[in-house]
């Protein structure tokens, strides 16, 4: 997976966390069987730049923990693009933007009693499975998300 990771951080992350991401999402999207080219970036930002983000684009004035914007979510005004198979194999597919926020990761493990690590890889793979299309708003959606995303965090080995 071609992942870029930013980090907007005003202490900065360890190169070990961001180790952890890169190989949890490499996981993750083995796990779904993504194209080796499918790319996405990951931005970690502290709670007053996620609260920004989240006013700005869900119309909620306080800080989340991540937020994932899917590239290839259509509306139904979008026009698709028709190209024969061979160019679409050799076209990377972008996937899309998730923004964690470092604060409310080391909140949420403190509060949850586990590790930064096992929080941080969580939301990164809860807004990678958002950017692969699964949803958790409707009980059925939530039934086939939240399976998925405990098995492919306890397979990385992020037990809780």
Excluded: C, W
Aim: net charge negative; no cysteine; hydrophobic share 40%.
């Amino acid at each position: 997976m071609d992942l870029e990771i930013y980090d907007k951080t005003k202490d900065k992350v360890s190169e070990k966390e961001i180790k952890l991401i890169r190989n949890v999402l490499d996981f993750a999207g083995n796990y779904l069987k993504l194209p080796k080219n499918t790319e996405m970036s990951v931005t970690l930002v502290n709670n007053d730049e996620i609260q920004r983000i989240n006013k700005k684009y869900r119309g909620v004035d306080r800080a989340t923990d991540v937020i994932s914007f899917a590239i290839e979510d259509q509306s139904d005004d979008d026009f698709p693009i028709v190209m024969d198979e061979e160019l679409k194999e050799e076209i990377p597919k972008n996937i899309g933007d998730i923004f964690v926020s470092v604060d409310k990761v080391a909140e949420q493990a403190d509060y949850l009693g586990h590790s930064f690590e096992r929080e941080l890889g969580f939301l990164v793979v809860h807004g990678f499975l958002h950017l692969n299309g699964y949803d958790h708003m409707k009980k059925a959606d939530a039934d086939v998300m939240f399976p998925l995303q405990k098995k492919i965090l306890n397979d990385y080995g992020l037990k809780r």
